[in-house]
């Protein structure tokens, strides 16, 4: 079993709609919960960055953490064509490390 | 994130070559990881190195690979001999304090062993 689980997608929704995209962790002890955003042929792009568990927002993107079911959550709202990309989940023991676990990325496409 | 630098973006190899990879990181910042993104597979750390030190090679395979960040140029991750699991995207990332969470990736160089 892999120490995090992401959907590989591809994900398809209209344009507008609002995104959920999940990670799941077997590891109770990761406390720093991130979400990349992956363009074709570029290099992942922090979006969000969490500690322990509850929401945090940002614009159209909010992230969610539940410790206790070990599930992280991005949700987009008014998704938009510029937001297709992969979505990489990664998560971490402690603050500041470099040793993030990342899961494989769900591939989004937003459609026009 | 462009401004972390990785060339070449494609590299094709023949099984037994050595494949040379470098990566400039961010003006400013002197310290430098690397992953490795094998397909279906999540990003791995690899190394973490500053200038002229090795700080964490815990992710790196023990043989044909090694690291070096040297005081002037660029970062250089060299794989010898090569073989085709070696294939893979690596990518470089920077940061310009030690325990900084965000990481600023390149855009990679896909490695092709054939």
């Known amino acids: 079993q892999k120490e995090v689980e992401q959907d590989p997608g591809p994900l398809s929704v209209p344009e507008g709609a609002i995104v959920s995209l999940n990670c799941t962790y077997s590891?109770?002890?990761?406390?720093?919960f991130m979400w990349y955003r992956q363009y074709s042929r570029k290099g992942p792009e922090l979006l969000m960055y969490?500690?322990?568990?509850g929401n945090k927002e940002d614009g159209r993107f909010t992230a969610q953490v539940d410790k206790s079911s070990k599930y992280i959550s991005l949700f987009i709202r008014d998704s938009q064509p510029s937001d297709s990309a992969t979505y990489l989940c990664a998560m971490t023991l402690t603050s500041g490390t470099y040793k993030y676990i990342f899961g494989t990325g769900t591939r989004l496409k937003v459609l026009a | 994130n462009a401004d972390v630098m990785q060339n070449p973006r494609h590299l094709v190899r023949r099984r037994g070559q050595e494949a040379r990879l470098r990566c400039s990181p961010m003006k400013g910042h002197s310290h430098v990881y690397w992953y490795r993104q094998l397909p279906e597979e999540g990003l791995k750390f690899m190394v973490y190195l500053q200038k002229e030190n090795i700080i964490d090679e815990s992710g790196m395979p023990k043989e044909r690979f090694s690291a070096e960040f040297p005081k002037e140029g660029p970062s250089i991750l060299r794989i010898q001999q090569v073989v085709r699991g070696d294939s893979a995207a690596y990518f470089c990332?920077?940061?310009?304090?030690?325990?900084?969470?965000?990481?600023?990736f390149g855009s990679g160089t896909q490695l092709s062993v054939l």
């Open positions: 990332a920077s940061s310009p304090w030690a325990t900084n969470e965000k990481l600023f």
């Open positions: 590891n109770s002890a990761f406390q720093y």
């Open positions: 969490t500690y322990s568990s």
